[in-house]
C-alpha cells in the first residue's frame, strides 16, 4: 500500500552545520509531497511542497526536490538554527482531496 | 483570521468512557479530517467530512465516528475508551486543494 518512510531520529547537529533528512515513498498513483513540521505542544505546519516530478520545493531556507526516479523527497537546508528544533513529517497525498499519509517523524536537535 | 481551532486542549477520561472532541475550521474551509497521533508516530487518518457526509475513513473501529455541522465545525466521538486512545488528535481544514490542509494545535487526550 502507499507509505512514507523518513530516517530515526533524534539528529543532533551543532547550529549552522548542513541538514538531510531522508524521506521515501510507495504510491499507486502520483502523489503531491510534503514537509510538515511541528514545534514542541502544536500542531502540524506545512514547511513545503512539490506536486510533480522534479519540482523544488522551499521555505525558511528548507529544501527538498521531488524526485520520481529514486521515489525520495529529502529534505535539506544549508544551515540550521536552534530554532528549527523540531519534528519533521514528510508525507504524500495521492489523489486530490485524499488523506495524508504521514512518516513517522524525525526529531531534530540543534546545539548552540 | 482565526486558522482552526480545537477544544478542549486537553482532556483526562477513565477508560470505557466517551469523550467529544470538537474542531472549528478555518474560515472559508469547508473539509475536516481528523487525525490521531500517538506518542513518538506519525498522525494517522481517521476520516474526513465533507457537507456533512463522512466523505471517506481510516482503519480505526467503529467506537470512532464523527459528526460535520451546517456551519462546517466538527466533532470526532469516541465510545468505550481504550488506553491505547491515549493520543493527540488533531483536526485539519481544507478547501479541496491538495496540500491546502491548516492543522489545530490538537486535543490530547489521556485514557487511565
Known amino acids: 500500500g502507499d507509505s512514507v518512510t523518513q530516517m530515526e531520529g533524534p539528529v543532533t547537529l551543532s547550529e549552522e552545520a548542513f541538514l538531510t533528512i531522508n524521506c521515501t515513498y510507495t504510491a499507486t498513483g502520483y502523489p503531491s509531497l510534503f514537509w510538515y513540521v511541528q514545534y514542541p505542544g502544536e500542531g502540524l505546519q506545512l514547511l513545503l511542497k512539490a506536486t510533480k516530478a522534479d519540482d523544488k520545493g522551499s521555505n525558511k531556507g528548507f529544501e527538498a526536490t521531488y524526485r520520481k526516479e529514486t521515489t525520495s523527497f529529502h529534505l535539506e537546508k544549508g544551515s540550521v538554527q536552534v530554532s528549527d528544533s523540531a519534528v519533521y513529517f514528510c508525507?504524500?497525498?495521492?489523489?486530490?482531496?485524499?488523506?495524508?499519509?504521514f512518516g513517522k517523524g524525525t526529531r531534530l536537535h540543534i546545539l548552540p | 483570521d482565526a486558522g482552526v481551532t480545537q477544544s478542549p486542549t486537553h482532556l483526562i477520561k477513565t477508560r470505557g468512557q466517551q469523550v467529544t472532541l470538537r474542531c472549528s475550521p478555518k474560515?472559508?474551509?469547508?473539509?475536516v479530517s481528523w487525525y490521531q497521533q500517538a506518542l513518538g508516530q506519525g498522525p494517522q487518518f481517521i476520516f474526513q467530512?465533507?457537507?456533512?457526509?463522512?466523505?471517506q475513513r481510516g482503519n480505526f473501529p467503529d467506537r470512532f465516528s464523527g459528526h460535520q455541522f451546517p456551519n462546517y465545525s466538527s466533532e470526532l466521538n469516541v465510545n468505550a475508551l481504550l488506553l491505547g486512545d491515549s493520543a493527540l488528535y488533531l483536526c485539519a481544514s481544507s478547501l479541496g486543494a491538495p496540500g491546502g490542509y491548516t492543522f489545530g494545535s490538537g486535543t490530547r487526550l489521556t485514557v487511565v
Open positions: 467530512y465533507y457537507e456533512e457526509e463522512e466523505r
Open positions: 508525507a504524500q497525498i495521492v489523489n486530490r482531496d485524499d488523506k495524508i499519509i
Open positions: 474560515s472559508g474551509h469547508d473539509t
